[in-house]
């Protein structure tokens, strides 16, 4: 059995800081959020292990450090409005939700955003909301955004998640084919946008509209 506190701790230790994510709100979240409460029964063992873990629907548990690099880049200070795509386990959103005001979260599977939804108001998370649907489209209603993630992959920057972001807003998302991406970091500003490319990742794919087609 393993102890997982301690885990968690060797995790955001080893993995995150030891690999140059220094953000201590960030790193505080991520050794809050009890990550092996969102994985199956039968993988709690690996959930603070250095790599992604199987969720249902043939989706994945991003990697630990991955959550902590994507998390640092939207410099978030603690009264933001977020908009996570892709909410899969849960897991980045309850991150999310240690460290903003409200998140919203979108996925496509509902078995997987009931599920999500499930274990985050167990947790207490009462600041997130979650949606089924196609979350390359953004969540009109209720933006502008002051940072967006997108936790799946697309071979172009969806631009409706652009124009829901508030000036000075950042949104983070994987663009690729459907094997390897690159993690750009969107910044609005006046005068556009300006990009940032933080190296390469491998997500599943962001599938709808402003993604990949079905
Ligand atoms: N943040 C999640 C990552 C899950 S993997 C975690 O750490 O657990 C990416 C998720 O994006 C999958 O659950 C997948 O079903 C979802 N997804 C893919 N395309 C989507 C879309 N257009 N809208 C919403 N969710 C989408």
Do not use: C
């Not at 009264?79 to 496509?108: D, H, M, N, P």
């Not at 649907?133 to 993630?149: Q, T, V």
């Amino acid at each position: 059995m393993v102890n997982f506190r301690k885990a968690r701790e060797r995790m955001v230790e080893v993995q995150v800081m030891g690999r140059g994510v220094h953000d201590e709100r960030v790193l505080e979240a991520m050794l809050k959020v009890p990550r092996h409460l969102f994985v199956d029964e039968a993988l709690r063992d690996q959930a603070y292990s250095d790599h992604p873990l199987p969720i249902a629907e043939n989706q994945t548990i991003s990697q630990p450090y991955i959550v902590g690099l994507m998390t640092e880049s939207l410099e978030l200070k603690g009264t933001e409005k977020v908009l996570e795509i892709g909410t899969g386990s849960g897991y980045q959103t309850a991150v999310l939700a240690e460290l903003v005001g409200r998140v919203f979260s979108i996925e496509r599977y509902p078995d997987l955003g009931y599920r999500a939804n499930s274990i985050l108001r167990k947790l207490g998370y009462d600041n997130v909301i979650i949606r089924v649907g196609d979350g390359s489209l953004g969540w009109p209603d209720d933006a502008p955004f002051d940072g967006i993630i997108v936790t799946a992959g697309t071979p172009t920057i969806p631009q409706p998640l652009v124009d829901q972001l508030v000036m000075g807003g950042a949104l983070i998302v994987p663009v690729g084919d459907m094997t390897a991406q690159e993690l750009i970091l969107v910044r609005r500003v006046a005068e556009g946008i300006k990009k940032t490319n933080l190296g390469g990742v491998r997500f599943v794919n962001l599938v709808g509209k402003w993604g990949w087609k079905e």
